[in-house]
């Protein structure tokens, strides 16, 4: 059974950082794409950062701040945040186009809560 597991949330002062991890389990072959969204309360899902094998793109509120990293070789991604803002407070969620054995395709992780304090 795939599965994708976050870790690395917490809370963080303004101007700290954080690194969240992804884990993807499940006899895994190759992960194709990554992302990592958030969800602030009353607020939609929206994507944070993307990384395919083209590249990377960012929202515009998050560049030169956050870096989102694949190794595949342990089936992880990352999102490296930095320069943390209170407006950054959210769930953030891990969700990943794969391969593995038995299934294939999108899926999400259970998110991880992100809270930045000023």
């Known amino acids: 059974q795939v599965q994708l597991v976050e870790s690395g949330g917490g809370l963080v002062q303004s101007g700290g950082s954080l690194r969240l991890s992804c884990a993807a389990s499940?006899?895994?072959?190759?992960?194709?794409?990554m992302a990592w969204y958030r969800q602030a309360p009353g607020e939609q899902r929206t994507l944070v950062a993307r990384i395919t094998g083209g590249g990377t793109n960012y929202a515009d509120s998050v560049k030169g701040r956050f870096s989102i990293s694949l190794d595949n070789a342990r089936n992880m991604g990352y999102l490296q945040m930095n320069s943390l803002k209170p407006e950054d407070t959210a769930v953030y969620y891990c969700?990943?186009?794969?391969?593995?054995?038995?299934?294939?395709?999108?899926?999400w992780g259970q998110g991880t809560q992100v809270t930045v304090s000023s």
């Open positions: 969700n990943a186009g794969l391969l593995a054995v038995t299934a294939g395709g999108t899926y």
């Open positions: 499940g006899n895994i072959l190759t992960i194709l794409h």
